[in-house]
């Protein structure tokens, strides 16, 4: 049977949110924005995709990006709109539905929680709301599988061989970064598939 990863993992943060936001706040995600915030154009419009704590989202908006955000978790998007004063929507990846509007879009530690087999449609409405010439970033745990953890958070897992599956479909890919990074939070030791996707320019 496969894992109820939307009844599954909302629950385990609705229930453990401060201490969640607390935890993930303080790591260090220098490494992460170097490299992609160079392919951000100046005051871009960065969507934050499952914004959790909103760390990321609040460390985009004092650099100077505006900044739209959006978490399943109703508890994780009230804590994200008090921590970064902006509006935190309740939404799921599939419930997307811009065209054309974000010069980018951090999706950190946040797709790994959309089942396998809705995977491709989320990649899709992620790439619709993304304009031309811009970019996404995803990190996902190296693996295959999905699977449920100790907590009872539902997780699918990435290698560069899924990834490569569910971007297949979407449309002026011009190229895929992939590179492998390690758990910074205190006591992890897991191993992250991490991807920059850029779309082409627009065509004159």
């Known amino acids: 049977m496969k894992p109820r990863i939307h009844a599954v993992s909302p629950s385990y943060y609705g229930q453990h949110a401060q201490a969640y936001a607390a935890f993930t706040r303080a790591v260090d995600m220098a490494p992460l924005y170097a ?3 160079p392919h951000v154009p100046a005051g871009g419009l960065i969507l934050d995709a499952g914004c959790g704590s909103g760390r990321d989202a609040l460390a ?11 978490d399943a978790s109703p508890e994780l998007a009230q804590l994200a709109s008090q921590h970064t004063g902006i509006p935190v929507k309740v939404m799921r990846f599939q419930e997307l539905d811009d065209t054309a509007r974000f010069d980018a879009i951090w999706a950190c530690a946040s797709l790994l929680h959309v089942p396998a087999h809705e995977q491709a449609q989320a990649w899709a409405r ?41 971007l297949g479909p979407l449309p002026d890919v011009s190229r895929v970064d992939t590179w492998l990074s390690t758990d910074q939070r205190p006591g992890q030791a897991q191993t992250w598939l991490n991807a920059l996707v850029h779309r082409q320019p627009a065509k004159r």
């Open 35 to 37: 490299r992609f915030l």
């Open 126 to 166: 992620l790439w619709q709301a993304l304009q031309p010439d811009g970019v996404i970033y995803a990190s996902y745990k190296l693996g295959q599988g999905e699977r449920v953890d100790d907590a009872g958070r539902a997780f699918t897992d990435a290698d560069e061989q899924r990834l490569s599956e569910w």
């Open 60 to 70: 985009f908006l004092q650099r100077g990006y505006a900044v739209e955000a959006f």
